[in-house]
């Protein structure tokens, strides 16, 4: 009798089918499996959609891929449909392009409180050795170890302390971190009450700022976001952003100016029209 899932790890994904093989590995490895993934498919061709049949037949995780029609950035309404396709009551947000430390789920149920958002942050891979990943790296979690990184040439700086492994180091940072605590799509987690609370993503938002939008919404309505960016480890894979767009951006803004004004704790665009 397998005990009930603990989490969803929802991964939101658009054509980067390589990237997202080395993701879905790293979940293979976690040091707890209690969870089921959603991969939420902004509209991916048919490589992406190889990949994720192939890491069906191979894992012994619940995988279930949520796919809409490519029509441009439409990330919202694809997050909405996975937060109603969820079957826990706990979700971790994070993208197709970070590869999960394998303590990564195990950290965000440990930390995880009641009326409380988890806000992790991602380390950045350099362009080169982003093309140097494979599953080997990932298997053995080289990608997480400073020196490796540093003999692979990534630049030396106070952010690959965001690869500690010591829980205290993590915890003291994550205390006196001046990054506010906010949901940051590549790595949040959050209870699905809470979300749903505030009727999920925003679907007029194309890309910037709509994870944030969220989040200041949960935030009105009384959830606290705790810092956890030392502790939730991923390492984020290079790319480009062909999809920014300044119309949306200013549009997104707008729509956050007025969340915040209005001390908004609920949009008409969301799950629920």
């Not at 806000?119 to 997480?144: A, P, R």
């Not at 990184?149 to 994550?174: D, V, Y």
Request: some cysteine; proline content about 2%.
């Amino acid at each position: 009798m397998h005990s009930p899932l603990s989490a969803t790890v929802v991964i939101s994904t658009y054509n980067q089918p390589d990237w997202l093989k080395l993701v879905l590995h790293s979940y293979d490895i976690q040091t707890t499996g209690n969870f089921e993934i959603i991969i939420a498919d902004d509209g991916s061709d048919e490589a992406t959609r190889r990949v994720i049949e192939d890491f069906k037949k191979s894992t012994s995780l619940k995988i279930i891929h949520l796919w809409q029609e490519d029509d441009g950035f439409q990330k919202t309404k694809v997050l909405n449909k996975a937060i109603v396709a969820s079957k826990t009551d706990y979700l971790i947000f994070t993208d197709g392009d970070c590869i999960a430390r394998n303590d990564f789920v195990e950290t965000h149920l440990k930390l995880r409180k009641p009326n409380l958002a988890l806000s992790g942050g991602y380390f950045k891979l350099t362009e080169s050795i982003s093309f140097k990943m494979n599953k080997d790296i990932v298997e053995s979690q080289k990608c997480f170890d400073m020196d490796w990184l540093l003999e692979q040439g990534q630049p030396k700086s106070f952010k690959l302390n965001k690869l500690t492994k010591s829980r205290h180091k993590a915890r003291i940072l994550n205390h006196i971190t001046p990054t506010k605590a906010t949901f940051d799509g590549m790595n949040v987690s959050c209870w699905k009450n809470d979300i749903l609370a505030v009727n999920g993503f925003d679907e007029r938002m194309e890309y910037g700022g709509e994870d944030r939008e969220v989040g200041e919404r949960m935030m009105n309505n009384g959830v606290r976001f705790k810092q956890a960016r030392y502790s939730t480890i991923c390492v984020h894979l290079y790319h480009d952003r062909p999809y920014k767009n300044k119309n949306a951006e200013v549009l997104n803004l707008q729509i956050r100016q007025e969340t915040k004004k209005n001390k908004s704790i609920y949009t008409k665009f969301g799950i629920f029209k």
